[in-house]
């Protein structure tokens, strides 16, 4: 395993095309809208100095149980990633940990934590805009949804919207050097 570069380089955010089959999306939305939906939250955390990465969950008809944008800062917490938070509002709102039918839809390709997350949950799949060579743990670093165990590994698609969700990440970096 090769050592990764800790830096925020303004370069390891990748507009990459999206790849295979497209999953289907819930009953009257599009991976597009929805991902949207998560770029307008992570904006919302820019403005507020966090580092701009939103997250949603959407249940199999089309419900949206949360969102969340990147809280670390707000909250002093390392594991504040939008994909936890949007994971645990919605296990919360549904009074069940577990998220079967449900998808994660977020704008940057999870980490190794959040990938941890991600299977413990559940949910059925994985919807990321940009990817992330420094530390995305779903294909660029890793295949963290990937390793052996027994039942379903949720599905992954990346490269939605990639790169208006590439571009807030450089802006936002670029504006605090
Ligand atoms: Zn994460």
Not at 54 to 60: C, Y
Request: charged letters at 20%; hydrophobic letters at 40%.
């Amino acid at each position: 395993m090769p050592l990764v570069n800790q830096s925020a380089e303004p370069d390891c955010w990748k507009a990459l095309p999206s790849w295979g089959p497209e999953p289907a999306a819930p009953p009257g939305l599009t991976w597009q809208g929805l991902m949207r939906r998560a770029l307008r939250l992570a904006r919302a955390g820019a403005r507020v100095g966090e580092i701009p990465v939103g997250a949603l969950v959407v249940g199999p008809e089309g419900e949206i149980l949360s969102e969340a944008h990147n809280e670390t800062e707000a909250l002093h917490d390392p594991t504040a990633h939008a994909e936890v938070l949007a994971l645990r509002r919605a296990a919360a709102k549904i009074g069940n940990h577990r998220l079967g039918g449900c998808v994660l839809v977020v704008t940057l390709e999870p980490c190794l934590m959040c990938t941890g997350a991600i299977r413990e949950s559940r949910v059925s799949g994985v919807v990321f805009g940009a990817s992330d060579a420094r530390a995305g743990a779903v294909c660029s670093c890793l295949e963290g949804l990937d390793y052996a165990q027994t039942g379903a590994q949720p599905w992954s698609y990346g490269g939605v919207e990639a790169a208006p969700c590439a571009d807030i990440l450089r802006e936002f970096f670029k504006v605090r050097r």
